[in-house]
């Protein structure tokens, strides 16, 4: 099992670029979610699903869009970057378990928009 | 939604002190409240996590404490060694496995 995987690693944008970041979970999770980690302020949910088909709002979304057409896939879409979405990007999944369980994340991908 | 609030931000111990993390949340429906450490460049991992029906579990040298009537959560690291050393998340998971997280604490363990 590779778990959740991210790509790319790293990626410099200019202002008003568009690009999207890949997710993927082999885990077969029903839940996949996209945070972004500032300094000083933890992380911050963007987006999430609850499976195929299914997507919402998190905290932070303005900007950024997703969809979901598979079980494995949680691409977040980046429409017109802007300085601001500078950020260290997870995506993390979770399987459905009364009472929780957790959620695993990605390595990571480090956006700097210029 | 939910708000987690987390303190301290930094927290410097020596070596074999014990260290103490405290979160805050806000909706009394969330249920599950992990724990994660996180290295320097590195993703989140579960250190340890507590249900709702649960007030404490142990692990090893570290413990967590629910109080839900407070709505607060403690992370207890006894006997800190410098590979303790890293940023912790606390996190309240809210309808659908949303979770929220605290603004992170980093903890620093002096040899």
């Known amino acids: 099992n590779a778990g959740v995987t991210q790509t790319p690693k790293f990626q410099v944008l200019k202002t008003g670029q568009s690009m999207t970041l890949q997710c993927a979970q082999d885990m077969n999770h029903e839940y996949m979610s996209w945070y972004r980690q500032d300094p000083g302020m933890g992380l911050r949910l963007i987006h999430y699903?609850?499976?195929?088909?299914?997507?919402d709002q998190g905290e932070v979304p303005n900007g950024y869009n997703v969809s979901r057409s598979t079980t494995e896939d949680f691409p977040l879409r980046l429409l017109s970057a802007a300085p601001s979405q500078t950020s260290v990007y997870f995506c993390?999944?979770?399987?459905?378990?009364?009472?929780?369980?957790?959620?695993?994340f990605g390595q990571g991908t480090r956006l700097t928009v210029v | 939604g939910e708000n987690v609030e987390q303190h301290p931000s930094t927290l410097s111990v020596q070596e074999g002190d014990s260290a103490v993390i405290k979160c805050t949340y806000s909706d009394s429906a969330s249920n599950y409240f992990p724990w994660y450490k996180q290295e320097l460049g590195k993703r989140p991992q579960l250190i340890i996590d507590?249900?709702?029906?649960?007030g404490e579990k142990k692990d090893q040298r570290i413990a967590v404490t629910l109080n839900k009537t407070a709505k607060h959560f403690s992370l207890h690291i006894t006997e800190t060694q410098p590979e303790d050393s890293a940023v912790y998340f606390c996190a309240a998971r809210y309808n659908f496995n949303k979770f929220y997280f605290g603004s992170g604490t980093k903890l620093n363990v002096k040899p």
């Open positions: 993390a999944s979770s399987y459905s378990k009364a009472g929780g369980a957790e959620a695993f």
């Open positions: 507590i249900r709702s029906n649960v």
């Open positions: 699903s609850v499976g195929a088909g299914i997507t």
